[in-house]
């Protein structure tokens, strides 16, 4: 679905197409009609293509990271791109129904501060860049009703669910560096004469925000990663007490079956005759085993 918005500034105007899902009419409507290369429309709707930022022929290419949650009960996070086309007075951005993204507010804000091309760009950049710090909180919360259930059981399916946290973190971690390098490389392209104070603002606090993403992500990487470690170190620890105390406990009960196994021959054996030789036969193997039990007890296999 496209979205036609014409903006007014105070220097000059520009029309900005959201462009939502595109769908093959799409396609052919922004190739017949506004003249662009199907090329750079390929590079637009593709959703692996990694974030950066080029001018080529005289379209500018930006496309930026941000994290989706598509599944809200596994609470699972992606990267997808949101893709900038500039094309003389003319903006298309191609985004996905995930990213929620509130045009009126965001028109509203960037004509307030300085109705530009730039200025719309980096006023949604800045919501995108916020939206990962969102989503790390969104993940701490997740690890700690997690850490709250391993204190109690460990299980798979907790052990699951963190591996699906530290995975979601990773992907979030490799998108921040990527969209700071994408900012590095449009401060380097665009010189001090081109952006205005308000568009150099805008970009130093995206930056900031990026950064300040970029620490709290490698933080809750770390301390996931410490959990996760913790928790197979406990799950392996109670494996070795369970396989300690059933190999404890087979060898002494294999003292009784030995004993009875001896005595079930038809062979001559001591204290097998008499009328009380099963009291003497019982009473010797509940000797023997606690012998071995005391045994145990001093080596402390349990």
Not at 125 to 136: E, R
Not at 246 to 267: E, H
Request: hydrophobic fraction near 45%; glycine fraction near 2%.
């Amino acid at each position: 679905m496209i979205t036609k918005h014409i903006i007014e500034g105070k220097r000059n105007s520009f029309t900005w197409f959201d462009v939502c899902d595109i769908t093959d009419e799409d396609k052919n409507n922004l190739i017949e009609n506004h003249e662009l290369n199907p090329r750079h429309i390929a590079y637009a709707t593709d959703k692996h293509e990694r974030a950066r930022y080029d001018q080529q022929e005289n379209i500018e290419i930006l496309i930026y990271n941000l994290p989706v949650k598509k599944n809200v009960d596994t609470n699972n996070f992606v990267l997808e791109p949101i893709t900038f086309l500039v094309k003389k007075n003319t903006v298309f951005t191609f985004r996905s129904k995930f990213l929620d993204l509130d045009t009126a507010k965001t028109i509203a804000k960037a004509t307030h501060l300085d109705a530009s091309i730039k200025t719309l760009i980096l006023t949604i950049l800045y919501q995108v860049t916020i939206c990962f710090q969102d989503a790390i909180d969104n993940l701490n919360l997740t690890r700690d009703r997690y850490l709250n259930n391993l204190k109690h059981k460990i299980s798979n399916q907790n052990l699951i669910q963190l591996s699906n946290v530290e995975r979601s973190l990773v992907y979030i971690a490799s998108g921040i560096k990527t969209n700071l390098l994408v900012l590095e490389n449009i401060t380097e392209n665009q010189s001090s004469q081109e952006l205005s104070q308000t568009e150099k603002k805008l970009l130093h606090n995206i930056s900031i925000e990026a950064h300040q993403a970029e620490q709290t992500v490698e933080i809750a990487l770390e301390v996931t990663e410490r959990i996760s470690a913790t928790s197979n170190n406990l799950l392996n620890n109670n494996l070795n007490d369970v396989m300690r105390f059933l190999t404890v406990w087979s060898l002494v009960l294999t003292i009784p079956t030995i004993i009875t196994g001896f005595y079930g021959m038809n062979v001559v054996l001591p204290f097998a005759k008499g009328s009380i030789a099963w009291v003497n036969i019982t009473f010797a193997t509940i000797i023997m085993i606690i012998i071995l039990v005391i045994f145990f007890k001093i080596r402390r296999f349990f």
